[in-house]
């Protein structure tokens, strides 16, 4: 039971910080569209770095 | 964490250690040392051929610029031997001209020296005729005086008459 | 032309009947069809985890199972033991029993026991654990390391034929290679060369590319119906992570072990406790990051195609047959579709996140 409140707070977390990324690489495209390359690779680079830490949260609760 | 050790396999883990090992020094080997070499080759020879390319353009510009520099010194010598030929011409045109008004004059002078003469000769001819006539007249009137008072007058009137048209 | 084509499209045809075969009725325990929640869930999980045999479907009507067996390979406690996994029957409850010179081994989900001296049938504890029967080291062919040796033999066969077509003075390869190529390109002008460096990343590119496409061509055959599930194991996951964390320890250079050890310009007290973070971060944060994220995307991944697949026996009772099955078929071929991005975007990810430590482990400091 607690790990699956666990498992939603992580997920609350993941899902603030992945919005905040998405979102502001959207915003930087938008205002720089010449530098969509690097910013969608440096948004996939920090998501991942974000998702590893949510999974292995995910998987220590497991 | 603990059903993820528990599924964790030992055997599992050092079968794909050992896969891998032989797969990256095989891919190495046989795979990625010729295709990165090769990448690596044929890049190198279309920047090779870009920069030839370049160098080409470069060369032709700057055989086009000299050729243009040989244009322009052609043309500027051909305006100059224009120019020169042009001098002459006048140079000559005008020689000629001085020439023959040196001619000219020194005929014109000759001339009027020769129609000096001429008229000198005239003169001293006329004077002489004058003297002449007048010797001539002088004798006759001498003469009719010598004979006739009035016929005297009469003939020394017609002949000055006549004598001042020269 | 037409006839190879036709031939194809059957070949996968069947293929993808087969898999919707075997996931609505395989691994029924005697000839009892999967559909109760508890049956799916067992069913996924099973999928889940490593086999000893290829298994791709069951017919109920004759109780024959259709797939064929794989070698398994143990060190028990009398030395190495080699046999065929068609010699447990099937059996996945640790009920058959095999005598070999002495050692009583026997299957429970999927691992291999062996029993204790005396014991002729395995006991559990209250958890279902095996209480008599030690784990051996399962050297096996499973079906995860038949899957990596089909990878690595598919890889040796595409790219040393990329390899061999340039050797013969063909500069722009032909066919299949022409899809490789730019391939190879991309990770080394995309991955490699932006995060480990110009001058160093030649080094470094047999493991990135033999990573990427280990990972991805593994990944996608995950997405086959013939039920590879090799990313997904976390053993697996955790000899890439830490063969990434070996290179990039081997090939530090001074400064960066001057920064992680001694870091400059910070107040000396402060220097062996970064110390002790730094290391920590580069010896197990990263690389269990690196294993956790790939292991969990795949598994996830399968989790949530086979729920979505158990949709048309879960949703009979309420929409009936027809409404469940279409329900499911669009919603799996949706996720389908996800899945396969995914698939490469691992790879991606732990291709590039590798040359990204790679290339903090390579990197020179001048400006100090």
Known sequence: ?62 | METLLNDFSIGLFFMQAAILLILIVLMRKFAWKPILDALQTREDGIQNALDAAEKAKLEMQNLTASNEKLLQEARIERDGMMKEAREMKNNMISAAKEEAQVQANAMIEQAQVAIEGEKKAAMAELKNHVASLSLEIAEKVVRQELSNKDKQLVLVDSLLAEAKLN | MVATKSIKFLVVFVLALTSFTAFAQDDAVENNLVDSPDEIREYIAHHLKDSHDFHFFTDNASGTHYGFPLPVIVWTSNGLKTFMSSAFHHDDDGEVIVDKDGAQLLKYHSKIYELENGATALSFDEDNHPTNANRVLDFSITKSVFGMILTGLLMLLGFGALARGYKKGKTIPKGFSRVLEPLVIYVRDEIARPNIGEKKYRKFMGFLLTVFFFIWILNVLGLTPLGFNVTGQIAVTACLAIFTMVIYMFSGTRDFWAHTLWMPGVPYILRPILAVIELVGFVIIKPFSLLVRLFANITAGHFVVMSLMALMITMKAAFGPVASTGMSLVLSIFIMFIELLVAFLQAFIFTMLSSLFIGMAVEEHDAH
Request: no cysteine.
């Open chain 1, 1 to 62: 039971m607690y790990n699956l409140i666990g498992a939603g707070l992580i997920v609350i977390g993941g899902g603030i910080g992945l919005g905040q990324i998405g979102g502001k690489a959207m915003e930087s495209i938008a205002r720089q569209p010449e530098a969509a390359g690097k910013i969608q690779t440096a948004m996939i680079i920090i998501g991942a770095l974000l998702e590893g830490l949510a999974f292995g949260a995910l998987i220590l609760g497991k």
